[in-house]
């Protein structure tokens, strides 16, 4: 089946810090999605992505969909404490819509 | 901002009860989900919707049962919880446009069978 390799797993930064993320996979999506949860929480969506090559912006968070359609990456500056939490991909096609394993956001004191 | 309501937020059940697991949207979104998450981890979609009584299993299989009488309305049903359903159990609703497909979230229900 279909699948999503989110990277990395888990990153610890200082504060300040820019952080970058990514999606790929061996298929072609036709949505990408990114979304952040926190803890006791549900995902919230960050930005949508809908064409190949577009370049979103959301405040600090910045985010593209691969001109192969088969990858996106989300990256965040400046980080600040309340960035801390788990960012999900997922992509979309035909109908169905997959989920990456998510990339777990600690910042060190 | 996504209008999807879950309750009861947060339930402590004890071993063998019934619970349903109550999901509301006002979106009108025809399609609907349900995806298991355990503390910190990825998420299992285990039930989902295409409309008014479509209902279909997921990825990951669940004990659990689904009905979607309502647009509205797609709530999820224990017949007898055990302690292996402790889990996060997150609804969710999607809206269709011709530029792609965009899912919401809600905020999730925390059930805890002892």
């Known amino acids: 089946g279909q699948q999503l390799n989110q990277s990395p797993q888990s990153m610890f930064i200082q504060e300040g810090e820019d952080v970058s993320m990514n999606c790929t996979s061996s298929s072609i999506f036709n949505t990408w999605l990114w979304y952040k949860q926190d803890p006791g929480e549900g995902p919230v969506l960050l930005i949508a992505?809908?064409?190949?090559?577009e370049l979103t912006s959301n405040g600090r968070l910045t985010a593209q969909f691969g001109i192969t359609r088969k990858d996106s990456f989300l990256n965040i500056s400046a980080s600040i404490p309340s960035d801390v939490g788990i960012y999900f991909c997922a992509g979309e096609r035909d109908d169905k819509i997959i989920f990456g394993k998510g990339t777990r956001l600690h910042i060190l004191p | 901002e996504a209008d999807i309501y879950q309750t009861p937020r947060y339930l402590v059940i004890g071993t063998g009860k019934k619970i349903t697991l109550e999901c509301s949207q006002t979106?009108?979104?025809?399609?609907m989900y349900w995806y298991q998450q355990d503390p910190g981890m990825e998420l299992h979609l285990i039930h989902y919707?295409?409309?008014?009584?479509?209902?279909e299993k997921g990825d990951l299989s669940s004990e659990s049962t689904v009905s979607r009488i309502r647009t509205e309305h797609f709530p999820l049903t224990l017949e007898s919880a055990r302690p292996s359903h402790t889990s996060q159990y997150l609804c969710?609703?999607?809206?269709?446009?011709?530029?792609?497909?965009?899912?919401?979230f809600g905020e999730g229900s925390w059930l805890t069978v002892v």
């Open positions: 992505l809908y064409k190949a090559g």
């Open positions: 919707s295409y409309g008014v009584n479509s209902t």
């Open positions: 979106m009108g979104h025809d399609k």
């Open positions: 969710a609703s999607s809206e269709w446009r011709s530029s792609g497909n965009t899912i919401y």
